[in-house]
């Protein structure tokens, strides 16, 4: 079964950091770029990051330096690691799988089911 799960989230402080998980089965995540959203503050899901064996991509310039994606292909997964969390990054966030790489456009195939974020005292 072609299958993205989303792991990790939960309450944490603001400071706080969260690594998540994107766990693929039925494909692997190196022959396809795999992306990160979050929906945030009732806005439309918005694209952080993306990774594939080829490229990478930051769609939120300020979570620059906060975010991190990385993949580990002998599990079949993509993480990111997310540092100096604050309220504003409360919110669900999901995985997906795109084309072969980043670049090649937003076209995304397979969803997770997401995973909750609380940044909160």
């Known amino acids: 079964q072609v299958q993205l799960v989303e792991s990790g989230g939960g309450l944490v402080q603001p400071g706080g950091s969260l690594r998540l998980s994107c766990a693929a089965s039925g494909f692997l995540v190196e022959s396809y770029a795999t992306w990160w959203f979050r929906q945030v503050d009732g806005k439309e899901r918005e694209e952080i990051v993306?990774?594939?064996?080829?490229?990478?991509?930051s769609y939120l310039e300020a979570m620059e330096d906060r975010f991190t994606v990385s993949s580990d292909h002998p599990k079949n997964t993509v993480y990111l690691q997310m540092n100096s969390l604050k309220p504003g990054d409360t919110g669900v966030y999901y995985c997906?799988?795109?084309?072969?790489?980043?670049?090649?456009?937003?076209?995304?195939?397979?969803w997770g089911q997401g995973t909750l974020v609380t940044v909160s005292a």
């Open positions: 993306c990774i594939s064996s080829s490229d990478s991509m």
């Open positions: 997906a799988r795109g084309g072969s790489t980043c670049l090649e456009g937003k076209h995304f195939e397979v």
